[in-house]
């Protein structure tokens, strides 16, 4: 089946470590996104690709890297300089980032990111 | 600069009963418009997007969305609701082509359903 792995589910962090939340997609889409969610404030857009070795920043890129080094894959490093970790994050991609259906996005199951 | 409202941050409907959840945007030009679904602890799941000819879409589940170009709204109904369609659900528009097509997501609307 087609589809957006995330992993861990659920994640715990001691202030002043970083970690990387996995992103694994199966569609052959070329963009993917990175999503932070907190109640009340709906989806918020960390970073995205287009594709392959290429990133931007989005809204609230700050704390957080990515990389892009295979199609299929986008991880996230939530870094020690980000004052508020402890959220949802949503992983999402879709086809390319021309035409029509190319704004529709796949989302992946979440993961919920606690810091201790 | 493009935005997403949903007025109702909690809608509580009895089973078997209509609802109908509010979008309105704010978008410079023709807008792709899109609700998703998400049920607590899960990622989003697309109900159903409009892109362009008939005003009235349907999706999945039931669930319909009417455009309204003059209004700038995206209202989602359905005639009965269930009790599995207890969820959060979000509207968004887009694309932002300057920002890789990203959307821009509502702040959600909680439905509850009583039996």
């Known amino acids: 089946d087609g589809g957006i792995t995330q992993s861990p589910k659920y994640l715990f962090r001691k202030e002043g470590q970083n970690v990387t939340l996995s992103c694994e997609q199966n569609?052959?889409?070329?963009?993917m996104y990175w999503y932070r969610q907190d109640p009340g404030q709906g989806l918020r857009l960390i970073y995205y690709s287009q594709i392959v070795n290429d990133f931007q920043k989005g809204d609230i890129a700050e704390g957080y890297s990515v990389s892009r080094e295979k199609k299929e894959s986008f991880p996230l490093t939530v870094t020690s300089a980000q004052k508020n970790p402890t959220a949802f994050y949503l992983c999402?991609?879709?086809?390319?980032?021309?035409?029509?259906?190319?704004?529709?996005?796949?989302f992946g199951p979440g993961t919920r990111l606690t810091v201790l | 600069a493009q935005s997403v409202t949903q007025p109702d941050i909690h809608i509580t409907v009895s089973e078997g009963a209509s609802l109908e959840l509010r979008c309105n945007y704010s978008y410079g030009a023709t807008p792709y418009l899109f609700w998703y679904v998400q049920s607590p602890g899960q990622g989003l799941q697309l109900l159903l997007k409009y892109f362009s000819g008939d005003t009235l879409v349907q999706g999945i589940k039931g669930f319909e969305a009417e455009f309204k170009r003059s209004q700038s709204s995206f209202n989602l109904r359905k005639p009965s609701v269930h009790w599995s369609d207890a969820a959060e659900y979000f509207c968004a528009v887009g694309p932002l082509m300057e920002y890789g097509n990203k959307l821009v997501f509502g702040a959600g609307t909680i439905l509850r359903v009583k039996s």
């Open positions: 569609l052959n889409h070329d963009a």
């Open positions: 999402a991609s879709s086809i390319s980032s021309g035409g029509t259906h190319s704004s529709e996005q796949f």
